[in-house]
């Protein structure tokens, strides 16, 4: 899920000129002429991004881009779904092929302030992990020491390897591929000992294995991968627009509002809900949307809490526990800022 800044840096200064011009005609007025939202998600990655065998994608990830269409065209199918590899995913942005990038990327300060883009927020806290087979008889990260470890080439999971074992002192040997398809038909080939990547895509591709209940993640987690949406520096009513559509989603499973029952709240009086709601002010504007921006976004496609227990949680198959994920409220880390 992750690539090392240099790889991108010399073609991203190229496109930031492109991309300057692009912002003379703001994202949001080009989205609007277009008639639909180009966003950039994973390959493929259950619970984050992935298509049905009829080309319906699915996911958390994909969720906010259902999210920002909605509060635009009050249409959640607005939506280009353009698939991109860890490899061509910040060059497209810088590009303009897409308006935002949802794609289980990791807010770094070397991508955040040396690639013209920015991350607007984080919408799923995770870390990277390893699995192991049952049968290597391994219930610690601690005990790989010697080991074969399975990760993509060119990706931060390397520097994150070389940091675990030299502070703890172990020896190992990375076997690295191009991508992520390749790493895991590797792992599961039996070519190294342990497949390393974010714990929640290691629950997501271990779903792929001919018997996944052979297969364990260890419960350490050894690095902070902030995922979030990321888009070009050069439009901030933009970058508030994607990140308000999040916190819009969190305010309102905050608020106890849900797609069933968000008419009905239209009628609260409690202030924070009719200010979220678009009953009282027109905090839209701002962002170049209508007061009732976020009722769109949470009728249409639900809040956080709903998206999440759908996509990875308790409803989903992954079955991942709310964790550092819970609102604020519930011990978690998910928190947004007031409309007001």
């Known amino acids: 899920m992750k690539r090392t800044v240099t790889a991108v840096v010399a073609t991203g200064l190229m496109l930031c000129a492109a991309g300057a011009a692009q912002a003379q005609t703001?994202?949001?007025?080009?989205?609007?002429?277009?008639?639909?939202?180009?966003?950039?998600?994973?390959?493929?990655?259950?619970?984050?991004?992935?298509?049905?065998?009829?080309?319906?994608?699915?996911?958390?990830?994909?969720?906010?881009?259902?999210?920002?269409?909605?509060?635009?065209?009050?249409?959640?199918?607005?939506?280009?779904?353009?698939?991109?590899?860890?490899k061509d995913r910040f060059t497209a942005l810088q590009a303009g092929e897409v308006d935002l990038l949802s794609r289980t990327s990791t807010w770094r300060m070397s991508r955040d302030t040396a690639l013209g883009l920015s991350f607007s927020t984080v919408n799923y806290y995770d870390g990277q992990a390893f699995m192991v087979r049952k049968k290597l008889g391994v219930d610690?990260?601690?005990?790989?020491g010697g080991a074969s470890i399975c990760t993509q080439q060119g990706t931060t999971t390397e520097l994150n390897l070389a940091d675990f074992?030299?502070?703890?002192?172990?020896?190992?040997?990375?076997?690295?591929?191009?991508?992520?398809?390749?790493?895991?038909?590797?792992?599961?080939?039996?070519?190294?000992?342990?497949?390393?990547?974010?714990?929640?895509?290691?629950y997501a591709q271990r779903l792929k294995f001919e018997a996944p209940d052979d297969h364990i993640v260890l419960p350490e987690i050894i690095s902070k991968e902030p995922l979030g949406p990321v888009v070009r520096s050069s439009d901030t009513?933009?970058?508030n627009l994607v990140k308000w559509s999040h916190f819009a989603m969190l305010n309102a499973?905050?608020?106890?509002?849900?797609?069933?029952?968000?008419?009905?709240?239209?009628?609260?009086?409690?202030?924070?809900?009719?200010?979220?709601?678009?009953?009282?002010?027109?905090?839209?504007?701002?962002?170049?949307?209508?007061?009732?921006?976020?009722?769109?976004?949470?009728?249409?496609?639900?809040?956080?809490?709903?998206s999440f227990e759908a996509n990875v949680g308790s409803g989903s198959i992954l079955k991942i526990a709310r964790g550092k994920n819970a609102l604020w409220t519930k011990g978690g880390l998910q928190y947004a800022p007031p409309v007001r």
């Open 165 to 202: 074992f030299r502070i703890n002192n172990m020896k190992y040997e990375v076997v690295a591929f191009n991508t992520g398809d390749e790493t895991i038909k590797a792992y599961e080939a039996g070519r190294c000992d342990a497949f390393s990547d974010d714990s929640s895509a290691l």
């Open 237 to 239: 009513q933009w970058f």
């Open 26 to 86: 703001t994202t949001l007025a080009q989205v609007k002429n277009r008639g639909q939202l180009n966003c950039g998600v994973s390959p493929g990655l259950a619970g984050f991004g992935v298509p049905d065998a009829q080309g319906k994608w699915t996911g958390l990830d994909v969720d906010l881009c259902r999210a920002i269409a909605a509060a635009i065209f009050n249409d959640p199918s607005k939506v280009k779904y353009v698939p991109l590899s860890s």
């Open 253 to 306: 499973e905050e608020l106890g509002i849900t797609k069933a029952n968000a008419d009905e709240q239209l009628k609260s009086t409690n202030p924070e809900v009719r200010r979220l709601l678009g009953v009282e002010g027109k905090f839209g504007e701002a962002i170049g949307l209508s007061p009732d921006w976020a009722y769109r976004i949470v009728k249409q496609v639900g809040n956080y809490g709903e």
């Open 140 to 144: 610690s990260a601690l005990k790989l």
